[in-house]
């Protein structure tokens, strides 16, 4: 199974921005759609973006367009996010999403799951 490690999180100021990264490992990259997604303290684990298995198609949250971009390298295994204007309830854990027969995205994520990686955004 592929296994995935998210990376890029931290602490900005509203405006600020952030790009995430999750690598991946364990099997053939190109071989799985990914996606992002997040979870807040208390609150459900939500969709943000996902992108196909070649990058062609890519998918958002409605309350992500404009402001966040997916994208992935197959090259070096990695898919990123990057989000701008950030906001203080963008404040979550993001996750790292991948399936290979499926674009991962909400109701039906992907099977495999990164560790999460915190984004804090201060007011």
Not at 48 to 71: L, P
């Amino acid at each position: 199974q592929v296994q995935l490690v998210e990376s890029g999180g931290g602490l900005v100021q509203a405006g600020g921005s952030l790009r995430l990264s999750c690598a991946a490992s364990g099997r053939t990259f190109s071989n799985y759609a990914m996606g992002w997604f997040r979870q807040a303290p208390g609150k459900e684990r939500d969709f943000v973006a996902a992108i196909s298995w070649s990058g062609s198609r890519s998918y958002y949250a409605d309350n992500m367009k404009g402001r966040f971009t997916i994208s992935r390298d197959n090259g070096k295994n990695t898919v990123y996010l990057q989000m701008n204007s950030l906001r203080p309830e963008d404040t979550a854990v993001y996750y790292c999403n991948a399936d290979r027969d499926k674009i991962p995205k909400s109701p039906t994520p992907g099977d495999y799951w990164g560790q999460g990686t915190q984004v804090t955004v201060s007011s």
